[in-house]
């Protein structure tokens, strides 16, 4: 099948070329911190995670995001939705490649990754999280390669795929829990010392996800000749306007603890990220517009006349899109180590080349997903048209 | 013991390439034809022990420069990185700009409301705003940066002490995350260009791997006292914790002591007499 | 695609695998360095293990010496000849540095000339450097 991927019309080939052109940057920018240390990053003694990790853990939410479609489609054979899963296993398979990535440019000691095979520790979380990022990652490639193969041959996708289908929703929520759990489990960082941050996650990656497949969906109208279909879209975003708002109620339920119980422990941070805190305030500008960008979003997505509306959408699903990144992978991780567990101030924000670095991954996981994307749209189109 | 159940794990899942690295090192003993015995390892026998090594911190003894002494006596001798050093560019050309919230330290000086934020007091009497409390890492009892640790590099003895094995870091740095007590550094670059004068009986650390006070371990080991102890004046105390007999806790039965952030349940091993 | 192209192809392939092979034919014209025992080594009749087993197995040996040290707080080695030995590289005379003093000929000669790059000395010092 993968001779589709190196048959492609000009602008297929300069967005590759571009591509390419951004993971080699993104590369050298990367080569430069492998030799020289984690020291050319933003990140210190006080705030030892940052930028990898923050958009680490936003893409787990949008790999586990996923599963909104293949739910429907396979557990209740929502027929609508045929069109379409194959693209959300692709999604998930490109945002896994990414969250792999970031992990492993975040390492101090990248060539010794492989000591968290030799030396199991059943008691870290990272360790869980390692075996779930990868039984998702597997389980997608193969059950949307099986799938879309099938369908190119016009027969049935084999047996044993639907059991590893079935499999594949509980390790979707499994890979956001897991990685929501690294974070709630740390006795002593009070802002994600909160038993609601997994269901919190889930909410927003069930948002991020689908919100962003909309958008592809957009930009495969354009730029294919398979159409995803219009009510399948819909679907989708009511899915987005429903979860998006759980994440807003579940935001506010975080806010009514903290503000109302007053447990300075837990309320410094978020009063760090909301209002500022002893002066330092980097991040409530962002913390502001990320929240309203959601909340607008959820509005235009809850009403039906807007909603329909085929130019607004896909601005909605961006709002939301950029609302959930901007919680999650500039909030959360800041907001945890700011203040530091002895109160002193420390703020944090990428250097120039972390977000090169950064870039470079992201064009890593879009490589992936175009080439997965052309192969799956040219399948539909044969088999279509 | 460790070792051990490391080899059955691996036996068990199979991973071959790593059993086979395995063999020839455990085969040492039986293949030399010279001696009658197998080898052996076995700790010096003036190496101190306890079940539960702890410390005690007299704060009352405490003053700016005895605190000074005692980071001193300990980031010397421990080849800790000094960021403000000046860097010798003939040894070490190209070195880059520091950034100095990239620190490293093992044992400083904090003041009471940073070392004990729960303990924050508007009416605090006077004396407590101006003495230098001691932190370091306290070998928590139940240290959620074990707990933390994916590649077990983070981990603890049974004596108590909660070490890190260098070799074995990844520098994910999770356990920083994990500790509540801010006791972890990271290098974020290579440290040697930063050490005045390495300290030939200490490794220095390499970049990427986490680092933070391990008790001294290597000179109990020789059953010497830590270095903070022997620059403290008195002012610190190293003991066995479970043993009702032992310096520290004795100093425990006859004054109120306070441990910093109690209510999280690491129980941590180092003790402040106020 | 003829049967004579495919076995062509294939001679060249193997060709290019073994390139490090050839590339080192033609350009090194070293013997393989003997390591100098140089300092106490020189008087010193035993080592910790038979030199053929020590040329052979010397890394899993301080891999497994390191785990001791680090992880059992065991320091010292009861080799099975009867000798001690501080199971450190550098640090005291009964290390391996302190033994074999020089660890440029005695360490570095043959990593060098096979090219490998242990990272030990990222960390552990060589008392000679320091002064
Ligand atoms: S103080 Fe921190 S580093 Fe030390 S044992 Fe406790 S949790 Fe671990
Ligand atoms: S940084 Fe090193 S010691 Fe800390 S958790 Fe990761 S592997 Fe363990």
Same mark, same amino acid.
């Given at each position: ?12 080939? !300069? ?27 933003? !990140? ?35 027929? /609508? ?64 390669? /099986? ?20 499999? #594949? ?34 909410? #927003? ?28 879209? $819909?679907?989708? #975003? /009511? ?27 837990? /309320? ?65 991780? #800041? ?17 120039? $080349? ?23 749209? $040219? ?7 | 013991?460790?070792?051990?159940? &490391? ?20 085969? =040492? ?22 079940? &539960? ?25 421990? @080849? ?35 070392? =004990? ?20 890492? @306290? ?30 870091? *990844?520098?994910? &740095? ?74 520290? &806790? ?22 402040? *007499?106020? | ?15 290019? %695998? ?7 034919? +033609? ?20 080592? %910790? ?20 040290? %680090? ?44 090219? +490998? ?15």
């Amino acid at each position: 099948m993968l001779e589709i991927a190196v048959k492609g019309n000009r602008n297929y080939w !300069m967005w590759i070329i571009f591509l390419l052109i951004v993971i080699g940057i993104g590369k050298i920018a990367y080569l430069d911190q492998f030799f020289n240390g984690l020291m050319i990053t933003g !990140m210190s003694r006080d705030v030892s995670w940052g930028f990898y990790i923050a958009n680490f853990t936003f893409l787990v939410g949008v790999a586990a995001g996923g599963v909104m479609v293949v739910i429907p489609y396979y557990l209740h054979d929502y027929e /609508k939705f045929h069109r379409i899963t194959i693209l959300g296993e692709f999604l998930a398979v490109a945002s896994l490649v990414m969250c792999l990535l970031f992990i492993i440019v975040d390492l101090g000691q990248p060539v010794r990754m492989l000591n968290v095979l030799l030396y199991p520790s059943p008691k870290s979380m990272l360790f869980y999280d390692m075996l779930v990022l990868n039984g998702y990652l597997f389980l997608n490639i193969v059950i949307g390669w /099986k799938v879309l193969e099938a369908e190119r041959n016009q027969v049935k996708p084999p047996a044993w795929t639907k059991p590893l289908i079935y499999l #594949s929703i509980p390790f979707a929520i499994g890979i956001h829990t897991v990685t929501a759990y690294l974070y709630c489990g740390l006795p002593g960082r009070g802002f994600w010392l909160t038993a609601i941050l997994a269901p919190r996650f889930l909410a #927003s990656a069930f948002a991020a996800g689908p919100a962003f497949l909309i958008i592809l969906c957009y930009i495969i109208r354009k730029f294919t000749k398979f159409d995803p279909g219009w009510e399948a879209m $819909q679907t989708l #975003s /009511k899915i987005v306007c429903y979860a998006v708002i759980a994440n807003l109620f579940f935001f506010l339920c975080e806010v009514f603890v903290v503000y109302y119980s007053g447990i300075p422990g837990h /309320k410094t941070h978020l009063q760090y990220l909301l209002f500022g805190y002893h002066g330092y305030n980097a991040l409530v500008p962002w913390m502001w517009s990320g929240f309203i960008l959601m909340a607008v979003g959820a509005v235009f997505l809850v009403i039906p006349k807007l909603r329909t509306n085929y130019i607004l959408l896909p601005v909605a699903c961006a709002m939301v899109f950029i609302g959930a990144w901007i919680d999650k992978g500039l909030g959360m991780i #800041s907001g945890g180590f700011v203040p530091s567990p002895l109160h002193h101030v420390t703020e944090y924000a990428p250097t120039g $080349q972390e977000i090169v670095i950064t870039l470079g991954v992201y064009a890593t996981g879009f490589l992936v997903l175009t080439i997965l994307y052309k192969l799956a749209t $040219q399948v539909k189109e044969e088999v279509g048209g | 013991m460790m070792e051990k159940s &490391r080899r059955c794990f691996l036996k068990v899942a199979g991973i071959a390439a790593i059993g086979l690295g395995a063999a020839p090192a455990m085969n =040492f003993a039986a293949s030399d034809s010279h001696g009658s015995a197998a080898a052996e390892k076995a700790k010096s026998p003036d190496a101190l022990h306890a079940e &539960r090594w702890g410390m005690a911190i007299i704060v009352k003894k405490l003053n700016d420069k005895i605190a000074k002494q005692i980071t001193h006596a300990c980031h010397t001798q421990h @080849n800790v990185p000094d960021f403000t050093h000046e860097v010798d560019t003939q040894a070490f050309p190209n070195t880059r700009a520091v950034n100095h919230k990239q620190e490293i330290k093992w044992i400083w000086k904090e003041k009471f409301h940073y070392a =004990f934020p729960d303990k924050e007091d508007e009416f605090l009497n006077e004396k407590f705003h101006h003495l230098p409390f001691m932190v370091t890492c @306290n070998h928590c009892k139940n240290a959620p940066c074990v707990q933390a640790c994916p590649t077990q590099a983070t981990f603890k003895r049974e004596d108590g002490i909660v070490v890190m094995d260098y070799h074995r870091c *990844i520098g994910c &740095r999770f356990c920083m995350a994990a500790c509540p007590y801010g006791s972890r550094s990271f290098n974020f670059r290579d440290p040697r260009p930063f050490i005045a004068e390495t300290d030939p009986d200490f490794p220095t650390r390499s970049k990427g791997v986490v680092e933070k006070c391990n008790l001294c371990a290597e000179r109990l080991a020789k059953g010497e006292q830590p270095h903070c102890v022997e620059a403290s004046e008195g002012a610190i105390v190293v003991g066995d914790l479970e043993d009702p007999e032992s310096d520290v &806790r004795k100093l425990l039965k006859e004054h109120y002591s306070i441990r910093r952030k109690q209510s999280l349940g690491t129980e941590p091993s180092v003790y402040y *007499i106020v | 695609m003829t049967k004579n192209m495919i076995m062509g192809g294939l001679a060249v392939f193997v060709l290019a %695998v073994l390139s490090p092979f050839w590339f080192n034919m +033609v350009t090194t014209t070293q013997a393989a360095p003997e390591p100098e025992l140089l300092g106490p080594a020189k008087q010193a009749k035993k080592c %910790v293990l038979e030199t053929y087993d020590m040329r052979a197995n010397h890394m899993s040996l301080l891999d497994e010496w390191r785990d001791a040290v %680090v992880r059992d707080a065991d320091r010292i080695y009861v080799a099975a000849n009867g000798n001690f030995f501080n199971m450190s590289l550098s640090t005291g005379e009964n290390s391996c540095l302190g033994c074999h003093a020089d660890k440029a000929k005695f360490c570095d000669s043959c990593h060098t000339y096979t090219s +490998v790059d242990p990272y030990c000395w990222d960390c552990h010092t060589n008392p000679k450097e320091i002064e």
